[in-house]
């Protein structure tokens, strides 16, 4: 007689195993995703599957309830101690017995697919380079006198057939008490590098460690940075934090900051040490919120500009200031994240810094390719990340170009009078009435609209504050719209315009937007300045976009991805109406939220999309806008409302 056929759901895997076969050592047989951390001894629970009993018609065999062995007393005792979800067995205990289908859930797959929350369908698949080994390492013997890392060395490779590892010194002063509190059975999170395969030991815990492993993906910004605690075995996002970038007071822009360097001696090594600082407190403070022990964040992943990227080094901005924009270097890093000073986390934690593309073009526009992947795209792909300096790629299967346009601050509320943070209390959305010219608006904290019932009453808490970037984006456009503004950018008069809401501003004017400066709150205008501000803010974004399409030799590209901090909350209309990016059919405009931040997340999850995004670097075509004449020829033209570049057919429909 046969052996009994055993198939794997979802994969499809199949094969034949005599009977009494573990699943879990069927599982690894058939290369079967099917994970574990105590290496078979019945106390992780990583193993866990779903047999099937009953008749297959699809896959013609048919299963009898004796297909897997019964209970035996390590999975009885795990059942009675913690107890397993109704069908579920433990890989490594239940036996093929006769034919069966046997699923693995998403929870048990080592490399499972974590949905991520942005609007683009794309998952990512779990692959963290820090994982959790359980391991039984022989005692000490008089007879045979090696050190216990040595024979921690040995129990790994002869239980994971992990051939070497390193440990610290650090690690050495843990190792002993460790090993005897845990009598010899030891959890031991190992980081395995892409760059130069060793297996590095991060922490050692007695006994089967259950708290779980994190990693912090943090997007540095100049204005703000942003961090995201991940579980590193779920791929879930614990929490997400973010702070100003405390480099503002030297500079609010790149350039500025790369001025104080010039002009301070030891100025960059000031605003490495907060930027540093503040990083530190920002784990601190997001390990808190999640209730976790900061020991346990043991990976960070840097995505940040040329300039962030340096000072966040150590390395003075000074060559990324004038051509030909040396960067220190465009590769990635892989370091020890003690040497960013990082105290509040593990102190063997590593940190992996992306590459970066070009003096001006860094591992933020290389997260940002890695996680919308324009070079896979059939379509030509216009992608958009805005901030305070936008990363701009353009690309299908066949090339993707990529450059940095100096946008300023003012898409992140920067600059701008009632400008802020998108923060509760900040006007994020704005509609004008074309007719009456009179505003409706709506705020980060409430759902409602201004003029619906029960507005006051939720945003009563914060207030409302001011106008954050995607706010003054609609207000700008709006205003456009409904003849507030000329194609200039010019504010008309109250009698040009008809409404009163046009206030004189100096010299000139201002649109009221919101005013309870009577009860003591905020008096919210849109300025000239503000106008003027986001005029030279999208004139940058769009010529740079331009410049792009002139080397790829288009005048059209067939959508355009919106991304950045507020990518996901600018209307495509409004800023179409604004003359931010090309004109497209409106629904080839998406929104993919912070794709910086996600390909931050997706390196931190998953070691090839390491190796993934250093080949993609490598091929990308840098366009350096600082010294390309068309540029300023784009910029200039780019200043109207919407602009005189290009036609808008779209836009007329
Ligand atoms: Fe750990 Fe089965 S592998 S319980």
Redesign the pocket.
């Known amino acids: 007689t046969q052996d009994p056929l055993v198939v794997f759901t979802p994969s499809g895997k199949r094969g034949r195993f005599p009977k009494g076969t573990p699943v879990?050592t069927a599982a690894r047989q058939l290369g079967v995703d099917l994970?574990?951390?105590?290496?078979?001894?019945?106390?992780?629970?990583?193993?866990q599957v779903a047999p099937s009993y009953g008749s297959f018609s699809k896959h013609a065999i048919t299963v009898a309830d004796d297909a897997l062995s019964e209970w035996n007393a390590v999975e009885e005792r795990?059942e009675q101690k913690r107890g397993l979800k109704p069908g579920r067995r433990?890989?490594?205990?239940a036996q093929i017995m006769g034919d069966v289908v046997i699923d693995v859930p998403a929870e048990s797959q080592v490399h499972r697919q974590v949905v991520r929350k942005a609007a683009s369908a794309r998952v990512i698949e779990m692959d963290p380079a820090t994982r959790l080994y359980?391991v039984e390492v022989d005692e000490p013997d008089m007879h045979e006198p090696t050190g216990d890392l040595e024979r921690l060395a040995r129990a790994l490779e002869r239980e994971w057939d992990i051939p070497a590892i390193r440990a610290d010194q650090s690690l050495l002063a843990r190792l002993q008490p460790v090993l005897r509190k845990g009598k010899f059975q030891v959890t031991v999170a190992l980081h395995k590098s892409h760059a130069d395969d060793v297996a590095r030991v991060i922490e050692i815990w007695p006994g089967l460690h259950e708290g779980g492993l994190y990693g912090l993906a943090i997007d540095l910004g100049s204005t703000t940075i942003a961090a995201h605690l991940t579980d590193l075995d779920t791929g879930e996002v614990k929490a997400s934090s973010g702070i100003m970038n405390p480099q503002i007071r030297f500079g609010e822009d790149l350039m500025s900051r790369v001025s104080y360097a010039m002009m301070n001696p030891g100025g960059d090594k000031e605003m490495t040490r907060a930027v540093r600082e503040a990083i530190d407190a920002l784990a601190t403070g997001i390990a808190e919120e999640a209730g976790i022990d900061p020991i346990l964040i043991v990976e960070t992943v840097f995505v940040c500009n040329p300039v962030m990227h340096h000072l966040l080094l150590g390395i003075d901005p000074v060559e990324l200031g004038q051509a030909p924009f040396a960067l220190a270097t465009s590769q990635s890093i892989s370091m020890a994240a003690r040497e960013l000073d990082l105290g509040a986390i593990n102190p063997r934690a590593r940190t992996y810094i992306l590459p970066c593309i070009a003096g001006h073009v860094g591992a933020d526009a290389a997260a940002v390719a890695l996680s919308e992947e324009p070079g896979k795209s059939e379509d030509l792909v216009l992608v958009v990340d805005v901030g305070t300096n936008a990363e701009i790629l353009l690309g299908d299967t066949s090339r993707v170009l990529a450059c940095s346009s100096p946008t300023g601050p003012a898409f992140e509320g920067a600059q701008i009078s009632s400008g802020q943070r998108a923060a509760p209390g900040a006007i994020e959305a704005i509609r004008i009435d074309p007719d009456t010219k009179e505003p409706r608006f709506r705020v980060i904290g409430c759902d409602k609209w201004s003029d619906e019932e029960g507005f006051d009453a939720e945003t009563a808490e914060t207030g409302i504050t001011g106008i954050c970037g995607s706010g003054i984006i609609e207000a700008v456009a709006e205003m456009r719209m409904a003849g507030l503004l000329d194609e200039s950018g010019l504010i008309g008069s109250a009698e040009a315009t008809g409404t009163p809401r046009s206030v004189p501003e100096g010299r000139t004017h201002a649109y009221l937007v919101h005013d309870a400066s009577a009860e003591g709150g905020p008096r919210i205008t849109v300025t000239q300045g503000d106008i003027r501000a986001i005029q030279l803010a999208k004139s940058a974004l769009y010529a740079g976009a331009r410049l792009l399409m002139d080397e790829r030799g288009v005048d059209h590209v067939d959508r355009v991805v919106l991304a950045g901090a507020f990518g996901a909350h600018i209307s495509p209309k409004h800023a179409m109406v604004l003359g931010m990016i090309p004109d497209v059919p409106l629904d080839k405009v998406t929104s993919a939220g912070n794709a910086a931040g996600t390909g931050a997340r997706i390196a931190l999850c998953n070691v090839a999309a390491r190796v993934e995004i250093e080949r993609v670097v490598r091929q990308i075509t840098k366009v350096e806008t600082a010294i390309e004449p068309k540029f300023q020829e784009h910029f200039v033209a780019a200043n109207a409302i919407p602009h005189k570049t290009d036609p808008f057919p779209e836009l007329s429909k």
Request: include cysteine; aromatic fraction near 10%.
């Open positions: 879990l994970d574990s951390v105590c290496g078979g001894r019945g106390i992780c629970s990583k193993c795990y433990l890989g490594c205990q359980f």
